[in-house]
């Protein structure tokens, strides 16, 4: 019997988040009831409890890098796969009361990650505006209208003025171009099916700290020829400074033959591997080299079996 279709869907909230966005931009995801969340631990709790079927959130940003919240939190607290990734293009607008002009700014709310896209905007225009940080773009603008906050603007997307009846007295106040923001969908128990395209993501947690020990991890990804398009160290959080895992993101998936056989080497070789996820890979689908060194690994597996057939019994 197949699984049931999911229905609800949970992502970081409230509605008008560029989280919001991105999940629109999907067609069932779009089709099934969207649950807003106040923070992402909120939304990857509620997932765990089985009180949504998915979640959605946002992991890496072009500008900032990866949302160490998110990804810290898969790694280290849930046991959840990642089913997909979206990239969504940002584009920050910066959202008051209607009438405000931007000399009368004299705060700015938006969470970290989006103010930290905006910094030279502020630095120029709003030198002396106080910066506080809320849990989404979305929020900043809600809390504005609703509580009638003259003299505060939101960085938020145009969408959210809209939402909240606010005006946009900036447009376009990321610091550089091609700002771009990826977003995962999370669930429980399944990996998606491979389509060819896809990444697979996973921890490493090494049985040393010693010279070598990061080489050892990379030549198994080498030697299978498989590209490795994200890696990164994080600290274990179980000790004190100087313990390090290293979260890596590798193109293919799970079901490919090269990959579960590099899998299979870091799990005995290393100290641990937590794997949490293969799924396809947002935009085009390109010449993968993996494919034919998956052929290759076949035939030459097939040549070692063929060689252990004639020994003698």
Same mark, same amino acid.
């Given at each position: 019997?197949?699984?049931?279709?999911?229905?609800?869907?949970?992502?970081?909230?409230?509605?008008?988040?560029?989280?919001?966005?991105?999940?629109?931009?999907?067609?069932?995801?779009?089709?099934?009831?969207?649950?807003?969340?106040?923070?992402?631990?909120?939304?990857?709790?509620?997932?765990?409890?089985?009180?949504?079927?998915?979640?959605?959130?946002?992991?890496?940003?072009?500008?900032?890098?990866?949302?160490?919240?998110?990804?810290?939190?898969?790694?280290?607290?849930?046991?959840?796969?990642?089913?997909?990734?979206?990239?969504?293009?940002?584009?920050?607008?910066?959202?008051?009361?209607?009438?405000?002009?931007?000399?009368?700014?004299?705060?700015?709310?938006?969470?970290?990650?989006?103010?930290?896209?905006?910094?030279?905007?502020?630095?120029?225009?709003?030198?002396?505006?106080?910066?506080?940080?809320?849990?989404?773009?979305?929020?900043?603008?809600?809390?504005?209208?609703?509580?009638?906050?003259?003299?505060?603007?939101a960085i938020a997307?145009?969408?959210?003025?809209?939402?909240?009846?606010?005006?946009?007295?900036?447009?376009?106040?990321?610091?550089?171009?091609?700002?771009?923001?990826?977003?995962?969908?999370?669930?429980?128990?399944?990996?998606?099916?491979?389509?060819?395209?896809?990444?697979?993501?996973?921890?490493?947690?090494?049985?040393?700290?010693?010279?070598?020990?990061?080489?050892?991890?990379?030549?198994?990804?080498?030697?299978?020829?498989?590209?490795?398009?994200?890696?990164?160290?994080?600290?274990?959080?179980?000790?004190?400074?100087?313990?390090?895992?290293?979260?890596?993101?590798?193109?293919?998936?799970?079901?490919?033959?090269?990959?579960?056989?590099?899998?299979?080497?870091?799990?005995?070789?290393?100290?641990?591997?937590?794997?949490?996820?293969?799924?396809?890979?947002?935009?085009?689908?390109?010449h993968n080299a993996?494919?034919?060194?998956?052929?290759? +690994?076949?035939?030459?597996?097939? +040549?070692?079996?063929?060689?252990?057939?004639?020994?003698?019994?």
């Amino acid at each position: 019997m197949s699984a049931p279709t999911p229905r609800r869907v949970g992502f970081l909230g409230p509605f008008g988040t560029f989280t919001d966005q991105a999940a629109r931009t999907q067609h069932d995801l779009a089709a099934m009831e969207l649950v807003p969340f106040r923070t992402v631990p909120d939304v990857l709790d509620a997932v765990e409890a089985g009180e949504i079927d998915l979640g959605f959130v946002p992991i890496e940003n072009s500008i900032e890098g990866t949302v160490n919240l998110t990804q810290d939190a898969l790694v280290f607290d849930h046991d959840l796969y990642i089913q997909r990734e979206v990239v969504l293009d940002i584009k920050h607008f910066l959202l008051a009361l209607p009438g405000t002009k931007i000399a009368d700014v004299a705060e700015v709310h938006s969470m970290p990650v989006a103010t930290a896209q905006c910094h030279a905007f502020l630095r120029k225009e709003l030198p002396k505006a106080e910066i506080r940080a809320v849990t989404s773009t979305a929020e900043a603008a809600r809390r504005i209208a609703e509580d009638k906050l003259s003299g505060v603007a939101a960085i938020a997307p145009e969408s959210a003025a809209a939402m909240y009846g606010l005006d946009v007295i900036a447009r376009d106040i990321a610091d550089h171009d091609n700002n771009q923001t990826r977003f995962v969908l999370v669930g429980k128990d399944t990996v998606p099916a491979p389509t060819g395209h896809d990444r697979t993501a996973l921890v490493v947690f090494q049985r040393a700290d010693e010279p070598g020990s990061l080489i050892s991890i990379l030549q198994e990804f080498a030697a299978r020829r498989i590209n490795i398009d994200n890696l990164q160290s994080r600290p274990t959080k179980n000790t004190g400074l100087g313990d390090y895992c290293f979260v890596i993101y590798a193109d293919g998936h799970v079901a490919d033959e090269l990959m579960a056989d590099a899998l299979r080497e870091l799990h005995a070789k290393q100290g641990g591997v937590k794997f949490f996820g293969s799924f396809p890979a947002a935009g085009q689908a390109v010449h993968n080299a993996r494919e034919h060194a998956d052929a290759r +690994w076949r035939d030459a597996d097939d +040549w070692v079996l063929y060689l252990r057939s004639r020994i003698t019994r």
